[in-house]
């Protein structure tokens, strides 16, 4: 079974640091752009960043802030957090990312439908 499975979530202060942890399995991540998306109640969900096999790509309103890395050996992607602020507050999902032919990215069908998630709330 193809799966993505997010954990680290939790509920901090403005200025704090969490870091979040994928665990794919199923299938290997290797080679496949894979990224964090998330979700705010009320809004859509949106992509926060990506990487690929040379480079990453990190929303403006995180950049700076976030760090989106992977250890393929470990079938794992990481986003390291810091400087949370609460605007930050949403569900946190793991997923391969692809370009579609608008040329916007947006989640993959690789690995199966969206995952569990792992809560972010951020207090002022």
């Known amino acids: 079974q193809v799966q993505l499975v997010e954990s680290g979530g939790g509920l901090v202060q403005a200025g704090d640091s969490l870091r979040l942890t994928c665990a794919a399995s199923?299938?290997?991540?290797?080679?496949?752009?894979m990224g964090w998306f998330r979700q705010s109640p009320g809004k859509q969900r949106e992509l926060v960043a990506f990487?690929?096999?040379?480079?990453?790509y990190h929303v403006d309103s995180v950049k700076g802030r976030f760090t989106i890395s992977r250890d393929n050996a470990k079938n794992t992607v990481f986003l390291q957090m810091n400087s949370l602020k609460p605007e930050d507050t949403a569900t946190y999902y793991c997923?391969?990312?692809?370009?579609?032919?608008?040329?916007?990215?947006?989640?993959?069908?690789?690995?199966?439908?969206w995952g569990q998630g792992t809560q972010v709330i951020v207090s002022s």
């Open positions: 997923a391969q990312v692809v370009r579609k032919s608008n040329g916007r990215y947006d989640v993959g069908s690789d690995f199966g439908p």
């Open positions: 199923g299938r290997t991540i290797s080679g496949y752009r």
């Open positions: 990487i690929d096999r040379g480079s990453s």
